[in-house]
């Protein structure tokens, strides 16, 4: 066996388990989010503040900005 081809297995395997552990998040916040659901929360709500929460705060805030130039120009409150 070549270096190069274990490395390629090492790197396949690792992909796998990368993918694997992203379809277990996205199945965790899916349930969460049923749960939040249930409770009484608006789940568009709670993925906009999760959306928000990653951005960098320059950029949300120039975003917000511009929405309200949007909406005054618009009249909209």
């Not at 659901?37 to 789940?43: E, L, P, Q, S």
């Amino acid at each position: 066996m070549s270096s190069n081809k274990v490395k390629l297995q090492e790197k396949e395997i690792d992909n796998l388990i990368e993918e694997e552990e992203k379809a277990a998040a996205a199945q965790d916040i899916t349930d969460i989010l049923a749960d939040s659901k249930i409770k009484g929360y608006d789940i568009k709500i709670l993925k906009q503040i999760m959306k928000l929460r990653k951005m960098d705060d320059d950029k949300r805030m120039r975003q917000e900005e511009e929405l309200e130039t949007y909406k005054s120009t618009i009249g909209m409150k």
